[in-house]
């Protein structure tokens, strides 16, 4: 099972901040959180990464809270190429093999 | 720098036939891995491995099978396909375990009648 729990959906309007939430409560201290998406059937695009600090790239930023239990990810002025389904996993780097999906959120930008 | 191939991309066979799908990663990734898609879902995983001459089984392995012959090369082998085995499969690479930075392939899109 996935380790995270993520809402099924989300509209943002274009040029907006979306900030899309994930849950993962019993993440462990050596478990990192990552996100991806996947726009309509391509293949899933690694977007950013994070450990306990905030990370910010080209791409977008991960706000991670201080008790580590929940997420945010933040695509600071949405675009319509942004619709996608995006998904939260945590991992621990060279220890997990089995890196499990869950259903992600589905984000819609609405012009 | 191709990243992630996979091979064929679109694919119908008939219910028994047997095909494999062809992956490879020109990264020099030790993680590989296959996961399906059917609509609506999210991704589910069939087969990883953590090395050439190593391999085991994700979520969903029945009905697959995979070989890990060298680094490069993951590919998923349909033994007797079944239309419940109608999916998009994504092939996957990564440095390292656990490392889920991961690239993926464009998939491919199979269609069992």
């Known amino acids: 099972d996935a380790k995270t729990t993520q809402p099924p959906s989300m509209d943002c309007a274009e040029g907006r901040a979306a900030n899309l939430p994930c849950n993962h409560s019993?993440?462990?201290?050596?478990?990192?959180v990552y996100w991806y998406r996947q726009i309509h059937s391509q293949g899933p695009q690694y977007i950013i990464h994070?450990?306990?600090n905030n990370e910010t790239n080209e791409m977008a930023s991960l706000i991670i809270t201080e008790d580590r239990k929940s997420s945010t990810l933040i695509l600071p002025h949405a675009t319509l190429r942004d619709t996608a389904v995006y998904y939260c996993?945590?991992?621990?780097?060279?220890?997990?093999?089995?890196?499990?999906f869950g259903k992600g959120t589905r984000l819609h930008i609405l012009p | 720098n191709a990243g992630v191939t996979q091979t064929p991309k679109f694919q119908v066979l008939k219910t028994g036939q047997s095909m494999t799908l062809q992956c490879a990663q020109d990264?020099?990734?030790?993680?590989m891995s296959w996961y399906r898609q059917d609509p609506g879902m999210g991704l589910r995983l069939i087969h990883y491995?953590?090395?050439?001459?190593?391999?085991d089984q994700g979520e969903v392995p029945n009905g697959y099978n995979v070989s890990r012959s060298t680094t490069e090369d993951f590919p998923l082998r349909l033994l007797s396909a079944a239309p419940s085995q109608t999916s998009v499969y994504f092939c996957?690479?990564?440095?390292?375990?656990?490392?889920?930075?991961?690239?993926f392939g464009q998939g491919t899109r199979l269609t069992v009648v």
């Open positions: 996957a690479s990564s440095a390292d375990r656990g490392n889920t930075e991961a690239f």
């Open positions: 996993i945590v991992s621990a780097w060279r220890r997990d093999d089995k890196i499990i």
């Open positions: 994070g450990l306990k």
């Open positions: 019993t993440i462990s201290g050596n478990e990192y």
């Open positions: 491995s953590v090395g050439a001459g190593i391999t």
């Open positions: 990264m020099n990734h030790e993680y």
